[in-house]
Structure formats: C-alpha cells, structure tokens
C-alpha cells in the first residue's frame, strides 16, 4: 500500500507540463539515437560471435527487470526506458541474429559443462538455427512493439514501472526458451514463462477475478508440465542426456537395438506434447488462456503473440524428431480438436478479448494439426505468422477498449468513424487471420491445408479396421481444417461488423470515444505492416534466399507447402529455407520395419514448387534429379483454391447475420420454427464453451471436494483413532518405565548412597580427634599385620 | 645362658625394652612433653637395632646401619623442633598441653 501512495508522488513531481514535455522529448532523442546506434551495430556487430550476441540478446531484458525492481520507482519515468531500450537493444541483436543466419550462416551450437557430479555431467550452451534465429526475431520486435505500446496503454496505472519489469521477465524467460539447446534449461525458462505470464495476468490483483485468472493459468499449465516433466525424465533416462542433438542421435540406435520399445517412444512423446498442451492451450486444458483476458490488453497480445502460447508450438517444433508416427497421430488430433471446438465458440462470445482469446487458441490448433501431420515448416510458418496479426489484433482491441472503456461488443458499434487508424489496423490483421489472399496469413494457412491435403492422400499407418479409422482420420483433417477456416473468417468479421459498423447501442459512449495517442497507433502502423507482408519474405534478400532454399532440398524433403507459394511471388519461400524439417529417423525407422510410407518422408513425394525451382535453377543443387520429372505428384492448387472459396462463403455469411441483421435467430425461428430449439441450443453451448468450465467444475472440483470429505472422514474416525490409540500405548508404557526408573533404577543409586552413608556413620565413630587414640588403632594393626604376615610366610618370618 | 657382654641380642634385648617404655610413654602419658619423649625413645629404639645389626652382621665392612642412625637422628631433631612448635602455639591458644584436650581434628 505504501508505494501505491508513494509512487504518484514521485510522478507527480516530474508529471507537471514542462518536465513531462522535456521527457517525452528525451524520450523520443533517446530512441532515435538508439535507432540510428542499432542499425550502424548490425554492421558493426559482424565479428562478434552469435553465440555471445544470443546471451546478451537473452541477458538484457533480464538487467532490465532488476533493475526495474530495484531502483525504478526512484527513476524518471517511472523507468519504463529501462525495459524499452533494453528490448529494444535485444530487437537490434536479434534482427542481426536473424539476417546472419538468413545470409546462411552454418547454425550455431556452443555449449560448455554446467554440472558435474560423478558420471552424470549436464551441459547448457546455445543453440541458434533458422528456427531460433525466427523466434528471437519475433520476440524481441512483438515484445518491443508491445513495450512501447504500454506506454500509452498503461499510462497512469499506479505500478506503471512495475509492469514493465514484468514484461522484461516475460520476454527474458521467452527468449531463454528459444536459444537453449538444451531439455533441462528448456524446462527451467519453460517454468519462468508460467511464472511471468502468472504476474502480469494477476496484474490488475484487487480484482478477483483477474486474481483467480493468474491462478487458474498457473494451475493448468502445471497438469501440463507434469507431463512434460515425465516425459523429460523418461529422454533422460533413457539417453543420459538433456542435450536435443545428442537425444535426436542416440534415440534412434536405442529403438534399433530394442532397448526401448516404439510404445514406450510413443508414450514419452505424448507425455511431452502434455506440455504443450498446457502451454499452447490446446483442447483438454485450454481453459486458461480466456480467462487470462483478465490480464491488461498489452499482456495479452504478449502472451497470444510472441511468448506464452508461441513456447508450446516451438517445444513441439524443436523436439520434433523424437516423435513417432502415433505420438505425430495424437498431436494431430488434439491440434483438429481444438482448431475446430475453439473457432465454433469463438462464434458466440460477445467480449472483444474473449473471441480473440478463442480465435488464438484455434489458430494453435492449426500449428499443431500442422506439425502432427508432418507440416513441420507450415505449422511454425503459421506461427511467426500469427504472432504479428495476432498481436496486432489485441493491440487494435486494446485501442477500443481504451476509446470505449468496455469489452463488450454489444455496446459498441459504428466505431470505425471515431477510430479510423485502429479500423484499418484491426480489418488487416482481420483479413490476414482469415487467409485473404496477398497477406501473410494466407500463405501459412495454405501450407497448413496443402500439408494437411497432402496428408489425407497418405496410405495409413495400420492396415485393417485401424487403417481404415486412420484414412478416415487422414481425411478428415483437411476437411475439419477447412471448415475451421471457414468458420475463422466467420467470427473474425462477426467482430468486426459488431464492433465497427452498424448503429452506436450507447451513444453517450459513443461521444466520448476518441483515437488513442500516437504511442499505441504507431505499434498498430507498425504491426500492420509485417502482418501483411511477412507472408512475402524480404525484398533484397532473394539470391541468398533461393541459395538457402537449394541447400534445404538437397538435404531433405520438405513437404508440399510449396505451391501455394508459388500461386503468390517467388520471393515469399524465404521462410522453408530458413526453418527446415529435420531428420526425422524414428519414423524412418517405422518405414524400414513396417514398409510403410509415412510422414512423407518419401522421396517421390517431393515438393512440386522445389523440384520446379530446382529446374529452374538448372539442376544447382544436384541431388534428387532422379525425381524431378514427376511434378505431376501435386500438380493441383485444389486446397488453395478451396480454402480461398470457404473463407468467402464465411465472409459473406457473416454480413447478413452480424451486419444488416437479416438472419437472426428469431428470424430462423419464424420461418423455420423446427430449427429453432436446435439452434438455440447450440447457441447456448457455444455461449457457454462447450461447459468445459462446468464439466471441469463438476468431474474435478466437485469430486475433489467429496474426496475431501471421505479422507476428512477418514483421517477423523481412523488415523486419528490409530494416532491415539498409539498416543495411549506410549503413555502407558511411559508411566510403566516411570515406576521401573523410580523403584528400580532409582532404587539402587539410593541403595548404594544409603550404605555410604551407614558406613561412613559406622567409620566416623573411630575418628575421636585424639592422637593418642589413633596411635593405638595404628599399634593394633601393625601387631595384626606381624600376625598375619606370620601365617602368610608360614612361621618363616 | 645370656650375658651382660655386647651382642647383638643383647642389644635388640635393650632396644626392645627401649620401644616399650617409649611405647607405653606415647600411648599412657596425657601431657604432650612426655610423649614428644617417648617418641624419642622409640626413635633411639630403632637407631640402637639399626646400629647393633650394622656392627654385629658385618663387622668393620658395612656401614649402612649406622649411616641409618645417623639419618634417623636428623629426622627426630626436625620433628623435635616441629613438635615443640605446635606445643607452643597449642599452648598460646589453650593454655594446656595435654593430649587428650587436643581433638579438634575429630572427624
């Protein structure tokens, strides 16, 4: 309580107009000049070592945490320029990182031994591949982007400087995640996320339920990571490493020697994919991640975009080879469910952050339907991809929110007049989350359909009834995915007909809303721009890109995300170059034993668009020439071209539902009176989330507490009882040994001391005090002591 | 047939008469005078064995019993000299000499 009190006078003495000026002023130098230092330091920058360049990178945010818990409230500012610059620092070394690795640096990977104890030894280091170099790219822009956009979105909030120690330990354990080559340091980064996306959904703490939100997350993910923690538990012991090279090395020669068998792989896979599960809120424990909107819009775009729920895809992509072709089933499945069941619900919210909270959690189930079922570089595409629109979408909500002072979309309406930058932000990032052609979502949605048609023409995994449940299965996730896409662009412009158009419902709101400062419009300017353009790739950068691209086939086959591409500009495959599917030996291995092809790993089901580009290369990379001559394997661009039909059919719904109201449940009603009670009844499900809430509260809670009560009834009428009853054994037994030391024991020593006594009361009498008394005791014992010499000697003496 | 001629058991004869009278001194007498005496007697009891069974055992080779005496003569001086000591300080405080008054040391 007492630095709220303290803290706004601190403010207050530097807020008046012309200090308050001369900082923003400051301010604005500061980040110039850091801007023009930043972009000479990324070629200045050119001898320093990645590696050491990733542990700054890593380190800064962390400096500026603790120094923001230390001495910001003494600061200016509050210092919010502390976490500012350090992320932005941390956005200059990891652009350089990324345009290093781009240019086609090897990756990097340098470790040094942490632990030694006996034979067990645990490294950590630093590992910087395309895929890292991407994420720490996306990291430190979005988190920078949202750091800025805070300054605004914050501003007045009485731990002001507090938040943004907070948000430089969320992107510090994010960014740890990511350049961490290793499962245990992994983990540790993995557990420091939980804990800073716990502080800052728990932000605003005096209100309950923003309370009860933080707890909430914190809880579920840990179900999650119990997996997790197995899982990881079980790589160890099975491998004696954490490393994730050594692990994708050594597993493979473990399951060819039969030292653990594919169930047991399958099972660790799995228990793996718990945590992500928890973390990426897929179907089982999803339930987090909406009541996290409890949490500041800044938080949530953070945690949507860049770092909580992104961590869970990445572990899934970074642990990629040691999953099987079951475990790779399962991830799929989870991913269709909760891609389908989360956009349905999206449909009936009516908070603006609630059906943006369900629209991430169905584009999570995307990237991991993506990674299941082989589209390794589609689903982490879609990743880097959503990162921006999404965060640009919370940060447009967020906007509105501060224009409106309220999160539902009923008391909105007709808004896109009063905010006219947060509009047009908030209708690209729209059409980039439904795919519409040209924006960046389109070409990562694509991928993932094209994997996910790819897939459905895949022989399957077993053959008999199973097979033919798992072709069903193969089938059914292009189709579920497709209506997922559907559905998407349904919700996503429910959003913003409500919000933006038709008539004002609270005019008075209406009036007073207004267009947010500069400091939140130009993240909103900023976002937009990469949410539209990361689908492209880099201008410039085209040679090296194709270069990297040849490279990446001769080694390996990545699948048919390709095409889709190729329907937009060449220049847009910078992205499968740079995050290429690895090895995967353990289905490889399935391959061998089962003769089936899987995962297409194959190598006649090459990529059209590679084989093309190869040609067209002239054969550079000259490996595979063998099946370049079959582009027929995929000639059509059928999911493109559908996915681009659902996405209009969900569009052109939306409008008469959501727009001009012509369909409406009570017109359904009236005209078809049969379909009324199903649909109204579906609506409510929805509305109510499928009550997985309710279910949660009555299977878990609710049997929890009657557990409760039976071991409170246990633990009162027996352990209690046997707990006494000992008591009672041991008293007696004590008062028993009490008696036996009282007579017994005690009875001795007193025994002995009272014969001393009588002795010494016998001996005294002898002590007279008069010589002449004991001169003749001493003449009576020299007489005896003769005597009895003489019969001891025998009379010879 | 014992005669009065120097011999050695004559002279145990002697000192044996010797230690009872100095015996009988210290255990009957009640004055502390008469029996710092008869602890001479006694002493010069032991001196006249230790002299006699020097002389007579080995004549004119060994001189340890005499060495002995002489040593025992020196021994009852000191105590001479400490007995009359104690004497005079017990006399300071109580005025009386006599043993049988002394028993502060009566345990």
């Known amino acids: ?797 | 047939m014992p005669t009065l001629a120097p011999s050695l058991n004559n002279c145990l004869l002697i000192s044996g008469l010797m230690f009872a009278c100095g015996l009988f001194c210290v255990l009957g007498r009640k004055n502390s005078v008469s029996l710092l005496m008869g602890v001479e007697l006694i002493l010069n009891a032991a001196n006249l064995n230790l002299v006699s069974f020097g002389t007579f055992l080995y004549p004119k080779t060994f001189y340890h019993g005499h060495c002995f005496a002489i040593f025992v003569i020196v021994l009852a001086a000191s105590e001479t000299a400490i007995f009359l000591a104690i004497l005079l300080s017990l006399y300071q405080y109580q005025e009386k000499v006599d043993v049988d008054e002394v028993h502060a040391l009566k345990g």
């Not at chain 1, 012309?18 to 002023?25: C, D, G, K, N």
């Not at chain 1, 993995?190 to 309370?211: D, M, R, T």
């Not at chain 1, 004002?504 to 500069?518: I, L, M, N």
Request: glycine share 10%; aromatic share 12%.
């Open chain 1, 1 to 797: 309580m007492h630095d709220d009190h303290d803290q706004p006078r601190i403010g207050d003495s530097h807020g008046e107009s012309a200090p308050s000026l001369f900082w923003h002023f400051l301010l604005a130098i500061s980040i110039i000049a850091a801007l023009a230092v930043g972009v000479s330091l990324v070629e200045w920058l050119q001898p320093f070592s990645i590696p050491t360049a990733a542990v700054v990178l890593v380190a800064l945010p962390l400096v500026a945490f603790t120094t923001q818990m230390l001495v910001g409230r003494f600061l200016p500012r509050k210092g919010d320029w502390v976490s500012l610059s350090a992320i932005f620092l941390s956005c200059v070394l990891g652009v350089w990182i990324f345009f290093s690795i781009l240019r086609g640096t090897a990756p990097v990977h340098s470790q040094f031994e942490w632990i030694k104890v006996g034979l067990v030894s645990i490294k950590i280091g630093v590992n910087i591949d395309g895929l890292t170099a991407v994420m720490l790219f996306i990291v430190t822009f979005i988190g920078g982007v949202i750091h800025l956009y805070s300054m605004g979105y914050m501003s007045g909030d009485p731990r002001y400087g507090r938040f943004f120690g907070f948000l430089s330990i969320f992107c510090f354990s994010m960014l740890g995640l990511v350049v961490t080559d290793n499962l245990l340091i992994l983990y540790v980064f993995w557990e420091l996320v939980g804990l800073s996306s716990y502080l800052l959904i728990g932000f605003w703490y005096e209100k309950k339920s923003a309370a009860d939100a933080s707890m909430k997350a914190f809880l579920t993910n840990r179900v999650g990571d119990i997996g997790f923690f197995m899982g990881m538990a079980a790589l160890y012991q099975w491998t004696g490493t954490f490393v994730f090279s050594e692990i994708f090395e050594k597993l493979p020669h473990l399951l060819e020697s039969g030292a653990i068998s594919p169930l047991k792989l399958t099972v660790a896979g799995l228990a793996v994919f718990c945590g992500a599960i928890g973390k990426s809120a897929q179907f089982p424990l999803h339930v987090w991640l909406p009541d996290a909107m409890e949490g500041p819009t800044p938080v949530s775009a953070l945690i949507h975009a860049a770092t909580m729920v992104a961590a869970g895809v990445y572990m899934v992509g970074r642990l990629y080879p040691i999953f099987t072709p079951e475990a790779f089933m399962g991830i799929a499945l989870i991913g269709l469910i909760t891609a389908f069941f989360a956009g349905t619900i999206a449909i009936a919210q009516n908070d603006i952050k609630r059906v943006l909270a369900y629209s991430t959690v169905s584009q999570l189930g995307y990237m991991i339907t993506a990674l299941g079922i082989g589209g390794y570089t589609a689903g982490l595409f879609h990743l880097s991809t959503h990162a921006f629109f999404k965060a640009l979408l919370f940060l447009c909500s967020g906007s509105v929110i501060h224009a409106v002072h309220s999160q539902d979309m009923r008391e909105m309406g007709g808004l896109w007049r009063k905010l006219p930058i947060t509009f047009t932000a908030m209708l690209i990032g729209t059409l980039a989350i439904c795919g519409v052609p040209g924006t960046s979502g389109f070409y990562s949605k694509d991928a993932i359909l094209e994997a996910a048609y790819e897939f459905g023409h895949r022989p399957p995994l077993y053959s008999g009834i199973a097979g033919t449940l798992c072709s069903i299965f193969q089938h059914g996730v292009f189709w579920l995915a497709l209506i997922a896409a559907g559905v998407t662009a349904f919700y996503s412009f429910r959003l913003i007909w409500m919000t933006f158009f038709g008539t004002p419902k609270f005019p008075a709101k209406y009036a007073r809303a207004h267009e947010s400062p500069a400091v939140m419009t130009a993240p909103l300017i900023l976002l937009s721009v990469f949410a539209l353009f990361t689908g492209l790739g880099f201008l410039g950068q085209e040679s090296s890109v194709k270069q990297c691209w040849a490279q990446a086939n001769s080694r390996e086959k990545v699948a048919s995300e390709v095409s889709s591409w190729r329907l937009g500009l060449q220049w847009g495959m910078w992205y499968p170059g740079l995050v290429e599917r690895p090895r995967l030996p353990l289905v490889e291995h399935y391959k061998d034993k089962l003769g089936m092809r899987w995962a297409g790993l194959e190598e006649d089901s090459g990529p059209v668009g590679a084989t093309e580009l190869r040609r067209t290369e002239g054969e550079a990379a000259g490996v595979g020439s063998g099946h370049a001559g079959k582009p027929e394997s995929m000639p059509d661009h059928t999911p493109g071209i559908l996915a681009i039909t659902v996405v209009l059919i969900g569009f052109l719904l939306s409008i008469p539902c959501f727009l001009t109201r012509t369909i409406t449940l009570e017109s359904i009603e009236t005209i078809m009176p049969a379909l009324g009670r199903p649909l109204r009844f579906l609506h409510s499900l929805l509305e109510n989330k499928y009550y997985v809430d309710e279910f949660y509260r009555l299977v878990f809670i609710d049997t929890l507490l009657l557990v409760n009560e039976c071991v409170k009834w246990f633990d009162q009428n027996i352990i209690d009882r046997i707990v006494n009853g000992c008591a009672h054994a041991f008293r007696d037994l004590t008062a028993f040994v009490g008696k036996l030391d009282l007579f017994g024991v005690d009875g001795l020593v007193n025994w002995i001391a009272n014969m001393a006594l009588a002795v010494g009361d016998r001996m005294r009498t002898f002590q007279t005090g008069l010589v002449q008394g004991y001169l003749v005791h001493s003449f009576w014992v020299v007489v005896l002591a003769l005597v009895l010499l003489q019969f001891l000697a025998g009379g010879n003496l």
